[in-house]
């Protein structure tokens, strides 16, 4: 008894062991799997009652923010546990997480916002704009739109994408609409062969992730999906979608995917589905994308999972459209074997997409549907810093301790959340951003020098001066370091031999006044450069002050004298000066007199400019001139001249200013044009709420100008280059039509030669960055200027704009698309009456243009040739009253014809892929949508 009464204690205490470790076992997430509930206060992990997964808390993922909780009484009504608390960010304009990841590997990436009140403010209900940003490691993934949101409602962002290091990270963006938060974070490793259009330069934000059939779960995920993927049901959103003509399928059997099916969508969510009963012949899914998605800007790739669940009769084939157009024709899913399909690559632009799922004339049975995912394009262009750079600053960082709000995520990247005290290298486009600069000058630093700075291998100025750094100076080994100032510190020691190499052959600036080290010493690298400084001004003032008064007295000679001169030259006979050899052309030449009678004596002044004036005149027909008359000084250097006129004479087109004659005299040089009276474009823009140009004005205007361009880069022999295209150099004429004037700035050239090397017309804001690299002006130049132009016709703003700041217009642009939509930089007296995908359409092409290297920048023939794809389109849109944009599809028309015929039960089985569809039911599935 006894051995036997031992025996069954050892049996029952081995099982209790293996029930222990079982549940263990069960607690601990699936390999990979990363769980953190934000703001969690309690520092110990704990199990989600509903997931049976493990989260722990955020500290060791993130710096800085503020932990809170929900209300009690939206506790009982969260989702999850983990959705509870939360971590707020009140400080700083970015804040990130960075999660542990294995470079090259595919991963979803969830984040989660339930409000719930937490900060008392009432902020999802107030009325107000309650918006922030989501950034996946540099580049924008969303935006979390809670404005009019329930407080107590959870919402939810999935990105799949690729890590380039050894950790991604989430970065939460403050919009100045609200504070960010965030409530949980989760990573998920995916297979490679999943998702195999995501890698290093694509990522996919979640759009909609669906199963279809009587479902009763509002959400189906982990371990149902051995992935974490959220699959929504339809039938319970939709409630009484299930009722006639709509039928639900379901098996019990197990699935398997076909060969080279990579994305591994569990059995259990594809055992359902939705059909349609047999009289009627075509499904319609129309997604809507809610406040959380911005359906302007969203290019969306819809992913199909099929199975054939009808034992019976499987003789099912149908045609998928995508908003009009053929997608998958003739499919027939295979008999409980599993079919996705989508098109890589295929991003359609659209936020309001729908998809159409219409039987085919040899099809016994209707369509079904089992699963649908959209995703959104998320573009990975923006480049993260170099790892050995972003390695070394955190060093620094943890070394000196350094809390700074705006050193959050990387460190360069983008360039509008780069830290402060940086500068970073952007120029190479092809690389990577690498760090140039270091400014640490007053930041309370302590100890010894950091060896990570000599490190950085694009180094070039380290500036670490008036801290309370101590010790001796290592003996660095600088590489590419110019400028190291180390001044008013505590460093003692000697200089190191190799610093002092490289400062005696005068590859480095080397400031240490105001060290102990410097007491002993006078070496150039020890004196107090301030005091220099303050001698200077001295000398400066002893000097300026005479020259300036002799150079007044001067002035009013020289004033007096030209006085007089003016005084003189009225009565002067500028006939002695007419050329006597005028040249042999078509147009009119004008005598001095002559243009002195058509100005009224040059009366009336319509325009300025560096090469003179522009009157109005009247010719003796009637008919209104612009007499542009080059100053003295022009004349002088205006050897050109008469050149430009024989090239200029020749030229014709609908949009380039007509050129009527000339004036060549030796004290007067003159160009005569048709006069323009629907001013300049410039004038126009700047409006202000008196007049403004509406959407389809504007982009005919730009029409006309892109045209005048190409007429003047293509079909001209020689060609020209305008050389100073701006807004004020766009002329309207009485019936709006755009005509580029100021030919006297052009240069022609032979098709010889590539460029024109000579001094740059342009005006600022609008010049080629290349010509500064290179002084030399090519077609492409009047590119780069008319992509300005084209921005300052969609925004309304200037080319440079310099409040709170001086930013260029094309970088103003990028940085308010990426934090927001193309609303933001749309001209608001448009009052948001335009197209938006003609606008999305002009952006692209203005930000083309303006692209830094002109082999990037398209020709003007393919600039005109994008524009007039939208005017048609444009000019047939009605736009609502309301100012909210109408967007038209394809197949609107045909809609209520047949859902007429659907209705009276007629069904028209149509065969042809291209022809169309027929009777279909409109389901609208939004709810989802951002959530």
Not at 499 to 509: K, Y
Request: aromatic residues 10%; hydrophobic residues 35%; charged residues 20%.
């Amino acid at each position: 008894m006894a051995i036997g009464s031992g025996r069954e204690l050892t049996w029952i205490f081995e099982l209790l062991l293996i029930l222990v470790m079982t549940t263990q076992v069960r607690a601990q997430p699936p390999p990979g799997f990363i769980n953190i509930d934000c703001g969690l206060k309690n520092f110990s992990a704990y199990e989600d009652a509903n997931l049976k997964l493990r989260y722990s808390f955020d500290d060791e993922f993130v710096e800085g923010g503020e932990k809170h909780e929900v209300l009690p009484e939206f506790m009982a009504s969260t989702i999850d546990d983990n959705q509870n608390t939360l971590r707020s960010f009140p400080d700083g304009s970015r804040n990130c997480y960075t999660l542990p990841a294995t470079p090259g590997k595919k991963y979803l990436l969830r984040a989660i916002f339930t409000y719930g009140n937490y900060d008392r403010l009432n902020k999802t209900q107030d009325g107000s704009l309650f918006r922030f940003g989501l950034y996946v490691g540099v580049n924008f993934w969303d935006s979390v739109d809670l404005s009019n949101w329930r407080t107590d409602d959870a919402v939810w962002k999935e990105v799949v994408t690729v890590a380039t290091g050894s950790s991604v990270s989430v970065c939460l963006v403050n919009f100045g609409s609200g504070t960010p938060f965030i409530s949980s974070l989760e990573l998920r490793p995916l297979l490679d062969t999943m998702y195999p259009f995501v890698n290093t330069s694509v990522s996919v934000s979640m759009f909609i992730r669906l199963r279809f059939g009587n479902i009763t779960e509002v959400i189906t995920r982990y371990p149902t999906d051995n992935y974490d993927r959220f699959w929504g049901s339809y039938s319970v959103r939709m409630g009484d979608l299930y009722q006639y003509p709509y039928i639900s399928l379901d098996t019990s059997d197990n699935l398997e995917n076909l060969p080279g099916n990579g994305f591994k969508v569990p059995s259990a969510i594809l055992q359902n589905a939705m059909s349609i009963d047999a009289n009627n012949s075509s499904i319609t899914v129309s997604l809507s994308s809610l406040s959380n998605k911005d359906a302007l800007t969203l290019k969306l790739l819809p992913i199909f999972h099929f199975t054939e669940l009808n034992a019976s009769n499987p003789n099912r084939r149908f045609n998928i459209y995508s908003a009009g157009e053929g997608l998958f024709p003739g499919f027939s899913p295979s008999r409980l074997k599993v079919d996705s399909l989508y098109q890589s690559g295929l991003f359609t632009q659209t936020g309001d997409a729908y998809f159409i799922l219409n039987k085919t004339a040899s099809s016994s049975l209707p369509p079904l549907i089992n699963a649908l995912e959209v995703y959104a394009l998320v573009s990975m262009k923006n480049l993260t810093t170099d790892s050995d750079d972003v390695k070394y600053m955190k060093d620094v960082k943890a070394q000196y301790n350094l809390a700074r709000t705006s050193w959050n995520g990387d460190p360069c990247s983008p360039i509008e959340y780069s830290w402060k005290g940086l500068t970073c290298d952007y120029s190479k486009s092809n690389q990577i951003p690498r760090i140039i600069t270091v400014n640490l000058s007053s930041t309370g630093l302590r100890g010894g020098l950091a060896i990570s700075f000599m490190n950085m291998t694009s180094l070039e100025n380290l500036d670490l001066s008036h801290n309370n750094l101590t010790g001796a100076i290592p003996d660095y080994q600088l590489k590419s370091l110019k400028v190291l100032n180390l001044s008013n510190n505590k460093l003692d020691g000697p200089i190191p031999h190799s610093i002092l190499q490289r400062v005696q052959d005068g590859l480095l600036d080397l400031r240490l006044e105001g060290n102990p080290i410097c007491s002993n010493k006078k070496d150039t690298y020890c004196l107090d450069k301030t005091k220099k400084r303050k001698t200077t001004p001295i000398l400066l003032i002893a000097v300026i002050v005479p020259v300036v008064l002799v150079s007044l007295l001067v002035g009013m000679c020289i004033l007096w004298k030209l006085f007089w001169k003016e005084k003189s030259t009225d009565n002067e006979d500028y006939a002695m000066y007419e050329e006597e050899n005028p040249l042999q052309l078509d147009i009119r030449r004008f005598t001095y007199a002559e243009l002195k009678v058509i100005t009224n004596n040059f009366q009336t002044i319509v325009g300025k400019g560096g090469f003179g004036i522009v009157y109005l005149g009247i010719l003796e027909n009637g008919d209104e001139v612009a007499v542009k008359v080059l100053m003295e000084t022009s004349i002088a250097e205006s050897t050109d001249f008469l050149p430009e006129v024989q090239t200029l004479s020749k030229v014709h087109h609908k949009n380039l200013v007509t050129l009527k004659g000339y004036c060549q005299n030796k004290k007067c040089l003159a160009l005569i044009y048709d006069f323009m009276p629907g001013g300049n474009l410039q004038q126009l823009l700047r409006a202000g709420e008196i007049y403004s140009l509406n959407w389809e004005q504007r982009l005919h205007i730009a029409l006309d100008a892109a045209q005048g361009l190409e007429y003047l880069h293509e079909l001209c022999t020689p060609s020209i280059v305008h050389r100073d295209v701006k807004t004020p150099n766009i002329l309207l004429d009485k019936n709006m039509v755009g005509i580029i004037s100021d030919f006297g700035l052009s240069r022609a050239f032979n098709d010889a030669h590539t460029h024109i090397s000579t001094v740059a017309a342009g005006t600022l804001g609008y010049l080629d960055p290349e010509y500064h690299a290179t002084f030399q002006l090519t077609v492409k130049t009047d590119v780069y200027s008319f992509g300005i132009v084209l921005l300052e016709i969609i925004t309304g703003q200037p080319p440079v704009l310099m409040e709170p700041q001086t930013i260029h217009l094309p970088n103003w642009v990028r940085q308010n698309i990426a934090k927001g939509s193309i609303h933001d930089v749309v001209d608001k007296r448009l009052l948001d009456q335009y197209d938006v995908s003609s606008v999305e359409s002009a952006i692209d092409i203005a930000l083309n243009c303006v692209e830094n290297a002109s082999i990037d920048r398209p020709t003007m023939t393919e600039v005109v040739s994008r524009l007039k794809v939208w005017l048609p389109a444009v000019s047939s849109e009605k736009q609502s009253i309301s100012g909210t944009p109408r967007f038209k599809k394809p197949m609107d028309t045909e809609i209520p014809k047949q859902l007429e015929m659907m209705i009276s039960g007629v069904s028209n089985d149509e065969s042809s892929f291209q022809s169309g569809h027929t009777s279909r039911p409109l389901i609208e599935i939004g709810t989802f949508s951002g959530r």
